[in-house]
């Protein structure tokens, strides 16, 4: 995204890669970094976003999206419930979800955890062998 915004002693122009839009009310909204993003089909996908979703359900509390490349689509997500719930799983928080991503967006799985991994910056560990069910 091109900004008038620029970092303080380096000349213009000059890229971020960050991502985000501006709504029709002159509101910017922040979407995360581009070193996020995976080619699916052709076509950029952004895993912050689909982590962004994920957690604006009331359902999730945190929740970690990785690209695996296994299948056509190698989008998994792992996600913590605010707390256990009947009837709450992967298929209806994908539901939920195909109100806000694109088909392409979708990850293939969801996959309810306990806890996901974080390093001791408090970041969260991208390696979703890391996550235990």
């Given at each position: 995204m091109d900004t008038p915004w620029h970092?303080?002693?380096?000349?213009?122009?000059?890229?971020l890669k960050d991502m985000g839009y501006m709504d029709e009310s002159g509101?910017?909204?922040?979407?995360?970094?581009?070193?996020?993003?995976?080619?699916?089909?052709?076509?950029?996908?952004s895993l912050l976003k689909i982590q962004n979703r994920l957690e604006?359900?009331?359902?999730?509390?945190e929740a970690s999206v990785v690209y695996t490349g296994k299948s056509d689509t190698g989008i998994e997500a792992f996600v913590v419930l605010k707390e256990p719930a009947a009837g709450v799983d992967g298929r209806r928080l994908s539901e939920k979800l195909r109100e806000t991503l694109a088909h392409f967006e979708m990850p293939?799985?969801?996959?309810?955890?306990?806890e996901i991994p974080k390093n001791e910056s408090g970041k969260i560990i991208k390696n979703n062998r890391q996550i235990q069910k």
């Open positions: 970092v303080e002693g380096i000349d213009m122009p000059f890229s509101n910017f909204y922040f979407e995360g970094r581009s070193d996020d993003i995976v080619n699916i089909r052709g076509r950029k996908v604006q359900l009331d359902e999730v509390q293939r799985k969801i996959v309810i955890v306990y």
